[in-house]
């Protein structure tokens, strides 16, 4: 069975840094469009940016110019570099392909922004 470990979540002050990663098992992950989601209380997932097996990225506008992701294929591991966080930044963040399928959701990494 696939499956997509995250890591690096935490807390960290409005402004502050963060670099998650996304480790993934299976030997074909280099054909994979990737992508990182959040999801924050009360609200819906979000799609935050993605990465196509080449290394082209789109953002959300939300995080546009503060975010960016970015691919170790050799590693299989896909990562999201978040900087200027502000508070509506806090969710727990997830990897998946692009689209995402469902029987591939791991547990997140908790990402909380407050001072």
């Known amino acids: 069975q696939v499956q997509l470990v995250e890591s690096g979540g935490g807390l960290v002050q409005p402004g502050g840094s963060l670099r998650l990663s996304c480790a993934a098992s299976g030997s074909i992950f280099r054909l994979y469009a990737m992508a990182w989601y959040r999801q924050a209380p009360g609200k819906q997932r979000e799609l935050v940016a993605i990465i196509t097996s080449g290394g082209s990225a789109n953002f959300a506008d939300s995080v546009k110019g503060r975010f960016t992701i970015s691919r170790d294929n050799a590693k299989n591991t896909v990562y999201l570099q978040m900087n200027s966080l502000k508070p509506e930044d806090t969710a727990v963040y997830y990897c998946?392909?692009?689209?995402?399928?469902?029987?591939?959701w791991g547990q997140g990494t908790q990402v909380t922004v407050s001072s």
């Open positions: 998946n392909g692009a689209p995402a399928l469902g029987q591939y």
